[in-house]
């Protein structure tokens, strides 16, 4: 340590760094907001429903005592079994297996493969249970999970997940509260993985390989898709051999945010659950097919999300490599297992680049956009930006230029401010053959531009697979189905 002159003070945090108390800090972001609404601004909705705070305090685990006492190792095993996790790559679920990664990928939200789950796992106990006590039977049950890319919500589910199965475990009476812990494997899922962009996927089973260790897995399978399989096993090599993600017991432990989301979806998913046993189980809701239209819902809401651009995924609906016209490996072949679909979100992103595709070798080239700029230099160039995002969706040639000369565009988009908008359309249109879009929204002008000769305009509340769709339509694109 430094030394220090004679008589000075040695800092004290708690005295030169004193408790700001929620009050002040929420007067604090008041001001800030200077009247904007704190709940459109600040308070993150999530597709559970869950209402997820700009910051949480100790107050925030007010009656949590139970589950924040609690050691690894102890029931009600929130905090994992107090040992690292294996890597099983290979990873062969057993006959007793609760598959709620299929739940997954099929388009369940955490808080839909809690409550089904934990419902098709006491809907198994009970038939085993009829003939073997429960502490022979449920140690022979093990759960596989999906962890996906929402990095704080998955750890959550985890710790929630075993919250959930050692109560309703408890409920059977065992003798042994060794019983009640889950045998908890995951996986990194196809729902969130694309063919295009493929060392993206790379990047996503990191995160979600972390989310499920942090998360207190047993097992964990990195799942190669369109990049190599040793990469896969690498990723784990790397979460315990260099990060040491297996050297602290429950490294979420403590966190005001974790506790207390693993608490809201934990009282969610056992509301969902007690719903399923009211209607009957498990088995007698998915033959009735409403899990199937709640998976449904919350599918369709999710990929709306995606095509409109609220919610990325990089390299499929954002940031498109533009250079890669095919995808460089052949996908792996979805899991048909159960009655319910597995779908990825890419899909209709990836079936318009096949579309143009398949139209570039028939006519020889891929289509052009010409996005034409002018003018105010801040918005030709974020316009600019957005529609070469947009656009390069669905692979298309992109090029970017000040001056019209005449290119071979199929297609030209006019990049400016507003203001500008009706004389560069009413010089462009009347020069060129090709459809000519604007980039942005100006309403007072929409009717005048339309009347100048513009085609559309491409926003951000544009959907993108319905618009983009749309043009590869009016180019004369055959349908790739």
């Not at 308070?43 to 050691?71: F, H, I, M």
Request: proline letters at 5%.
């Amino acid at each position: 340590m430094p030394e220090t002159d004679a008589g000075a003070e040695i800092l004290n945090l708690g005295r030169d760094f004193p408790t700001v108390s929620s009050e002040t800090w929420e007067a604090a972001i008041a001001k800030d907001l200077k009247g904007a609404d704190y709940e459109k601004k600040l308070v993150w909705r999530t597709e559970e429903g869950v209402a997820v705070r700009p910051y949480y305090r100790k107050e925030a685990l007010a009656g949590l005592e139970d589950q924040l006492r609690t050691t690894p190792g102890r029931y009600p095993f929130v905090r994992g079994s107090g040992r690292g996790w294996e890597i099983a790559q290979n990873l062969k679920p057993g006959p007793k297996a609760v598959r709620a990664d299929l739940l997954h990928e099929a388009g369940a939200h955490a808080v839909q493969e809690l409550g089904y789950a934990i419902a098709a796992g006491v809907e198994r106990l009970a038939e085993l249970t009829a003939t073997l006590p429960v502490d022979t039977i449920a140690p022979q049950i093990e759960f596989i999970f999906a962890v996906g890319p929402s990095y704080f919500i998955e750890i959550a589910k985890l710790r929630a997940a075993r919250i959930l199965w050692a109560m309703a475990v408890g409920a059977f009476g065992p003798g042994d509260d060794g019983a009640c812990r889950m045998r908890l494997h995951a996986r990194t899922p196809a729902r969130n993985k694309s063919a295009y962009d493929r060392y993206t996927n790379l990047l996503r089973v990191t995160t979600e390989a972390a989310a499920a260790v942090v998360g207190g897995c047993d097992q964990l399978a990195v799942e190669p898709f369109a990049f190599d399989a040793h990469l896969a096993l690498n990723v784990q090599r790397i979460l315990k051999e260099e990060a040491h993600l297996d050297a602290v017991a429950d490294p979420a432990g403590g966190s005001y945010y974790i506790e207390a989301l693993t608490d809201v979806l934990a009282r969610e998913g056992w509301k969902l659950f007690q719903r399923v046993e009211a209607d009957g189980g498990y088995a007698k809701v998915l033959a009735s097919g409403s899990i199937g239209k709640a998976l449904a819902e919350t599918r369709a809401a999710r990929e709306k999300a995606y095509s409109t651009r609220r919610r990325a995924l990089v390299g499929v609906n954002n940031y498109p490599s533009v250079t890669e016209k095919t995808p460089e490996a052949e996908l792996p072949v979805a899991d048909p297992a159960g009655p319910l679909p597995q779908v990825r979100v890419a899909e209709p992103f990836e079936q318009m680049r096949r579309r143009t595709a398949e139209h570039a070798r028939a006519i020889g080239r891929y289509p052009k956009v010409l996005l034409l700029k002018r003018g105010d230099v801040k918005m030709k160039g974020a316009r600019s930006n957005f529609c070469f995002n947009f656009f390069g969706c669905a692979g298309f040639d992109m090029v970017e230029a000040e001056e019209y000369g005449g290119t071979d565009a199929d297609l030209i988009v006019l990049c400016s401010s507003d203001p500008e908008y009706l004389a560069f359309a009413r010089e462009v249109c009347v020069k060129v053959k090709v459809p000519v879009l604007v980039a942005g929204n100006p309403k007072d002008q929409v009717e005048l531009l339309r009347q100048a000769g513009i085609q559309g305009f491409i926003h951000v509340a544009s959907d993108l697979i319905q618009t983009l769709n749309q043009w590869q339509d009016k180019l004369g694109m055959r349908s790739s189905q």
